[in-house]
Nanobody, 119 residues
Framework: HVQLVESGGGLVQPGGSLRLSCVAS????????MGWYRQAPGKERELVAA????????YYADSVKGRFTISRVNAKNTVYLQMNSLKPEDTAVYYC????????????WGEGTQVTVSS
């Protein structure tokens, strides 16, 4: 079955940056749309960013536009989420997802990585 392994989460001060990585295995990565969801305590899971098989197509939630950047390196089966100007409200568990066609609909989920923004 498809495996998605996230890394890069942690504790960061407001205004700081983190880069999340997700390595996919047992899948045709280059044919997969990829995304990042997050879930904060007491809130519903939300799609933060997604990227098409061709990196020219991307999606961002309004709350992260201009601060987060999603990218992918197909040769490494890896998708990234660069997060800048982090705010306390970005605190959540971030999940990597894999989908089929665009727009991104998740078929597979990683186990998640915790991001905490706090002073």
């Amino acid at each position: 079955h498809v495996q998605l392994v996230e890394s890069g989460g942690g504790l960061v001060q407001p205004g700081g940056s983190l880069r999340l990585s997700c390595v996919a295995s047992r899948t045709l990565f280059s044919l997969s749309t990829m995304g990042w969801y997050r879930q904060a305590p007491g809130k519903e899971r939300e799609l933060v960013a997604a990227i098409d098989t061709r990196p020219s197509s991307t999606y961002y939630a309004d709350s992260v536009k201009g601060r987060f950047t999603i990218s992918r390196v197909n040769a490494k089966n890896t998708v990234y989420l660069q997060m800048n100007s982090l705010k306390p409200e970005d605190t959540a568990v971030y999940y990597c997802t894999r989908g089929g066609s665009w727009p991104h609909q998740p078929h597979n989920w990683g186990e998640g990585t915790q991001v905490t923004v706090s002073s």
